[in-house]
């Protein structure tokens, strides 16, 4: 266990479906990041939050919607996906400034849309 | 912007021996930190190893270690005395000591170990 949790492990939805998927750190970090893994592809880097405020969208479609409700959280809402948002989905956390130690990664949702 | 390029996709290696995966990025800054990850089947990202580009010594971290060379932009990781549990995705990262100082990753190198 890392620090940084995720849930589900695994999630499955049809493309009319709403779900969210969440993280949770508890390692008094104040930066949290959504990232996507696809297949044979670079980690694309989604959100970032720096002290519960969103600092980065890099051109997400706003069928993902993220929320960071407090430093120690933070969501990403789904709806109406397309099978080619399918993915891994990782959360990281890191104290900003503290550019030495990276960022601490969760374990992922593997999100499948049918 | 910056850009992290791992030109191997796949990697393998007898166990017991040295690999060596590499991993060049592009920059304009002086000032920023590189990191190589391990993922796993598990998925878990886990943090390897790092190296300040201001150190001209390369780091060490038991089996690993890397060959910064800082001109060239070259961050290469070797493994040495390889062994089952290395198999992973390693991923090569940068991060700027400024501005976003958001972590860029390459697109990753699978290494599998042969016993």
């Known amino acids: 266990e890392t620090g940084v949790t995720q849930t589900p492990r695994h999630l499955v939805m049809g493309m009319t479906n709403k779900k969210s998927l969440k993280c949770e750190q508890h390692?008094?970090?104040?930066?949290m990041y959504w990232y996507k893994q696809s297949a044979k592809k670079p980690l694309e880097l989604m959100f970032v939050y720096s002290l519960e405020e969103r600092v980065e969208n890099n051109s997400v479609p706003s069928r993902f919607s993220p929320e960071c409700p407090n430093s120690s959280h933070l969501f990403l809402h789904l709806h109406t996906l397309q099978p080619e948002d399918s993915a891994l989905y990782l959360c990281a956390s890191s104290q900003d400034r503290a550019v030495y130690y990276g960022y601490t990664f969760g374990s992922g949702t593997r999100l499948t849309v049918v | 912007a910056q850009t992290v390029t791992q030109s191997q996709p796949e990697m393998s290696v007898q166990e017991a021996e040295t690999v060596t995966l590499s991993c060049t990025y592009d920059?304009?800054?002086?000032?920023?930190?590189l990191f190589w990850y391990k993922q796993p089947p598990s998925r878990q990202m886990i943090l390897v190893i790092r190296q300040e580009a201001y150190k001209q010594q390369n780091a060490t971290e038991n089996r690993f270690s890397v060959n910064f060379q800082k001109a060239a932009k070259s961050f290469s990781l070797k493994i040495s005395d390889s062994q089952l549990g290395d198999a992973a995705m390693y991923f090569c990262a940068y991060r700027s000591d400024r501005g976003a100082q958001k972590l860029v990753f390459g697109q990753g190198t699978r290494l599998t170990i042969n016993p």
């Open positions: 390692l008094g970090h104040n930066a």
């Open positions: 920059t304009s800054e002086s000032d920023y930190y």
